[in-house]
Every structure is written in C-alpha cells, then in structure tokens.
C-alpha cells in the first residue's frame, strides 16, 4: 500500500514510546530494516527514542557542566544577550520569555539559543548567505570559559546525528537516499540549551516548564537530564503519556515541516514539559530543519486522490521565522 493509503488507517493512540537501536545505520544492509521501525514509530507516535547514537559522552556531560554554570549567573549577566536585543531568536531567553500554548500565560524556562557556527572559523564562509528571515550570526557570554566550545562540541555531534536520521527518513519515505542531501546544505539547526527551575505553584495556573506544542523543524533531537521525569506527548485519546529519559538514549520527535513535507503522513506529535521534580531541570533540544531558502512541498509518495496536499508551499525561513515570533511575542 501507498504511504498515503497506510497513513489513512493509523490512529496515533500509542500508549509507549518505541526505541530504535541506530548504531548499524551506516550498514547498507541494515538500513532497511531500520527504515521500517522509523517509518512506524513516525507514523503512529511522532517520538521515538535512539540508542547507540555515538555522541561521545564526554561531550554531553562538558555542555552539560558549563550549561549549569551559564544559568547561575546573575539575570542581568545574562540579559546582555537578550535574544530580542540580538535581534535573530539567538541568545538568552529569560524565565516565561515564551509561551508555546497560547492558553498558558508562560512558559517556566530560561533558554540559551544558538546556530550553525563553523568550530574553527572558515575564511569564506558562505552559509549566511541564504538564511534569508533567520539570517544571523551566533552571539557568546563571556563566562563560563569554554561554554562556546562545549556548545558548538555537542551541536555539531548532533548534527551529524541529524545527518543520519534525514537519510533514513528518505528511506522510510521511499524516496532516493539523497533527497534532502541539496536541501540540508547549511544544516539549519536551532539548538536551545534550556533550564526548568522545580515548579511549585499550583495545577492549572497556566504556567509549566513548556505548554503544550509542536515544533516547527523538520526534526528535534532531544537531550534530556537523566533520572527527571518532565516530557509528555498526547496521543490521539487526549492521553498525556510520559516520555522519561533513558540513560544513554536521546528523544527524536517530528516537527511541522516534516510533516508538511510528508502531508501529515509523519506526524507531529503535541508535547510539553513538566518539572514537578523539585529540582533543576536541563535539556538540549536541537530543531533541525531543511535549508532557509528551501520550499516545503508535499512529497508524491504522500500524496493520493484520497489524500490530497494539506498545506500550501513554504518558504522554510519563512515559515520558521513566522512560528518563532508566535511563540516569543
Ligand atoms: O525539555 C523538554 O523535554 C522538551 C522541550 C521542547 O519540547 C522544546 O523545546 O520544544
Ligand atoms: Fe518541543
């Protein structure tokens, strides 16, 4: 059956997250298979957990330390590069600076944003050029030494995961290996380091860590701290079903233009963030998506008579640009 006729008779009311083992993802003969698992696990879920995804743990737990040494600092430190002085949704976004779910009033998160940045700085370095609306360099704190450093380790770490995962999605989208290879040429990724302080107020007050939402890239790439329960997806039945960190594993989850790209297809699965932990919490999201200049189409295998296209094209800066101001308004 087509993609899009498979789609028409999935439900989405998952109650569990599938993991998926991608240390073989560069053995031909696995990829298939591999494929396949992705293949369900964004059709019915939209989130699915990896292992074995070889970003060192050495890099993780550098971000990590200097992340929590960055969100100690005194507010106005780090209000220097507040995102909206800086002017491109990159730098430092203060406590309820957001609000995903228009129904809340705020989001209980301090977050620091950056882009693709080279590690040693290229001489002619083209990437800006086509970033049209998101166009922009990164901007750095002064302290802690080396939080740049240990950034940019584990944003290019996971880019290259992210590199992976886009060849196995075109897999499992049946579509030639290549097909987003002239389409990520900049790797436009958007990674957050983000701090949710414990949340003490009470139930339904309109504030949690991250209300309800999808992302708007192609893909998130999803560190969590281990041992904090705090992500939740909604499945179909309006059940909020719990997504904690797995020692070792990182969280993968469709965002828009996927499933934009995909006709909904792959589904982009609403989520939020809930830190009743009663201590600090840290994650590292990296949103990536497909080049700025690039159109967002529906691919042919998504669509049929029966499912004809959803959305209109889109320009990916654009569209990114557009969802971005929604959210820090
Ligand atoms: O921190 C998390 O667990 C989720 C973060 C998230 O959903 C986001 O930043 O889009
Ligand atoms: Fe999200």
Known sequence: MSLAGTAASVSGAFDSIPIIDIGHASTPGERAALARQIRDACM??????????????????EVLSAVKVYFSLPFETKMKLYHKAV??????????????????????????????????PKENDEKRVN???????????????????????????????????????????????TYFDDKTRNSAAIM???????QTGPEGDGIVGVGAHTDFKCFTILWQEPDIQALQLLNSEKQWIKAPPIP???????????????????????????NRSGVRRYSIPLFFGTDYHVQIKPMP???????????????AGDYVHQRLQEVYH
């Open 44 to 61: 019915n879920v939209g989130f699915f957990y990896i292992s074995n995804h070889g970003i060192p743990q050495e890099t993780i737990d």
């Open 87 to 120: 002017g491109n949704f990159k730098g430092y976004e203060p406590l309820l600076g957001s609000n995903a779910d228009p129904a809340n009033r705020g989001d209980l998160h301090e977050g620091f944003a950056i882009g693709w940045e080279e590690l040693v």
């Open 192 to 198: 957050r380091t983000v701090h949710y302080p414990p």
């Open 301 to 315: 295998s998504c669509v049929s008579p029966e499912r004809p296209p959803k959305y209109k094209p889109v320009t």
């Open 248 to 274: 070792g594993m990182l969280v993968i989850n469709i965002g828009d233009q996927l499933a934009r790209w995909t006709n909904d297809v792959f589904r982009s699965t609403v989520h939020r963030a809930i």
């Open 131 to 177: 970033d049209g609306a998101m166009a922009g360099a990164n901007v750095w704190p002064l302290e802690p030494a080396g939080f740049w450093e240990a950034c940019l380790n584990y944003y290019h770490a996971a880019v290259g995961v992210g590199k992976v995962l886009f060849c196995l999605f075109t897999i499992a989208l049946d579509l030639p290996e």
